[in-house]
């Protein structure tokens, strides 16, 4: 039987290939975190596990409870406790809702809100007096047009975690990190996928969206390439850990700050300023 590490704090983080996780598992290794870090393919498990020695690939699909059952077990073996689950594994769609079929909008919702739960119901009991940090967005905010099933995914994970939070019984510390626009690869694939919404909708009415498809390209690239360091999300994360008293919400970037207090005026002034953004973008 494997010997269980009792003195080293340890943390299980989703989504650790590239972006976000892979920077956040990096970060809390080198500051002595055992760090569980999910992945889905093998070569991922080599490229994290060669990060630092405090990392250990855990294979980890959100969406499939039997890949999560099984991460569970592989981590119990190894520590008596988990400190903190960061659930970062995500995606974003996009595309006009009136085209975008309604299967491709509960796979965004499978990703970025049942997948963290389904992993946070799994780990709670291992969770106790521990955090739950979510990797949420700016995007909660849903101030931010044909990417709607990626900001109400983001939403609806800040709204069922804070549930968790008032109902669970273990003292577990729910957190919601919201950052600005990433450069991430995360953008590479939304941009696959903001192809194939393109596709879907019917030749008769390609040219309705066509600039909005374009910008939404264009978009993704800039954020590809301009958008804020994942080291910055990843010290962000480090410091909810590290706070005596963390914070509900941690905003990284200042536009992160500026969409969460714009989303407070009233709606109809709010949808006013975002329309009138939007038509400039696509002049």
């Not at 909660?140 to 669970?168: H, M, Q, V, W």
Request: aromatic share 8%.
């Amino acid at each position: 039987m494997e010997n269980k590490e009792t003195k080293q704090k340890s943390v299980l983080i989703t989504g650790t290939s590239s972006g976000i996780g892979l920077a956040t598992a990096e970060k809390l290794a080198k500051e002595g975190y055992l760090v569980f870090a999910g992945i889905r393919k093998k070569n991922d498990k080599i490229k994290v596990e060669k990060l630092h020695k405090n990392i250990r690939g855990v294979y980890l699909d959100v969406t499939n409870q039997g890949s999560i059952d099984k991460a569970f077990w592989y981590v119990i073996k190894q520590t008596d406790r988990l400190d903190a689950l960061i659930n970062n594994a995500g995606a974003a769609y996009a595309g006009p809702l009136e085209f975008m079929p309604i299967e491709s909008i509960k796979e965004q919702f499978n990703i970025n809100t049942f997948g963290a739960l389904a992993v946070a119901q799994k780990f709670m009991p291992f969770l106790r007096h521990g955090r739950i940090i979510n990797i949420s967005s700016m995007a909660s905010t849903g101030l931010f047009p044909f990417i709607a099933p990626y900001c109400a995914s983001k939403r609806a994970l800040d709204i069922l975690f804070n549930s968790l939070f008032i109902e669970n019984k273990d003292d577990i510390t729910v957190i919601s990190i919201k950052p600005d626009v990433i450069k991430t690869p995360i953008w590479k694939r939304a941009k696959e996928i903001y192809q194939k919404c393109f596709e879907n909708v019917p030749e008769s009415q390609r040219e309705k969206y066509e600039k909005e498809t374009l910008m939404l390209q264009k978009q993704a690239t800039d954020n590809e390439n301009k958008g804020i360091s994942v080291d910055d999300v990843a010290s962000t994360v480090l410091k909810a850990l590290k706070d005596k008293h963390p914070k509900t919400s941690y905003f990284v970037g200042i536009k992160s700050l500026w969409a969460e207090l714009y989303s407070k005026l009233p709606q109809k002034i709010v949808n006013s300023g975002v329309r009138k953004l939007l038509a400039q973008r696509l002049k």
